[in-house]
């Protein structure tokens, strides 16, 4: 939207594409390569206006010094729209910037603690890798259940079964 807000000031004010290598648009008409010369600003291609036409005037010995006076208050209205092109664009892209950061920060911090036990469970893993490696692990028969410590009391009976049903199966074994 702003794009085209701003190619419609471009075009108000004389502007033409600028033509620089690599950025200028010769198979198109030059509303749209106003345009998409609009666009490259607003994505990172900043190329300022060119007004040869504007500049024309003023180094023409024949024209009036009114034709030189609207000629330089056009060109200082070229670059006011250019400057107000570019502000525009980095609050915009500024917004994306913080809705990305703050994207990224909420997915952190809601699953820190799980990249906590992670990365201990990683650090657990290199010692277990490292004990091994010098022979120093003893080889361990151990079984261990947990549940959420947040669960309500009825389930702690059915817990308590299933404990009991599984060290019954344990001793049997044994």
């Excluded at 670059?79 to 990224?104: G, K, R």
């Amino acid at each position: 939207m702003w794009t085209l807000i701003f190619t419609i000031c471009f075009k108000a004010l004389q502007t033409e594409v600028p033509v620089v290598v690599g950025t200028s648009y010769p198979d198109v008409g030059p509303i749209f390569g106003q345009i998409l010369q609009t666009y490259g600003n607003s994505i990172g291609n900043i190329v300022p206006a060119a007004y040869d036409s504007v500049t024309a005037v003023l180094t023409n010995g024949k024209s009036t010094p009114m034709a030189q006076v609207e000629a330089r208050i056009l060109i200082a209205l070229i670059w006011f729209v250019w400057l107000m092109n570019q502000y525009v664009n980095l609050i915009i892209m500024l917004n994306f910037l913080v809705a990305v950061i703050t994207d990224v920060y909420m997915d952190v911090a809601e699953n820190q603690e799980s990249i906590i036990y992670k990365h201990k469970a990683a650090l657990n893993h290199e010692l277990f890798m490292i004990n091994k490696f010098f022979g120093w692990t003893a080889e361990f028969k151990v079984l261990v259940f947990s549940n959420d410590k947040d669960e309500n009391v009825n389930a702690d009976k059915e817990w308590a079964d299933f404990v009991d049903t599984i060290k019954q199966f344990s001793l049997e074994q044994s």
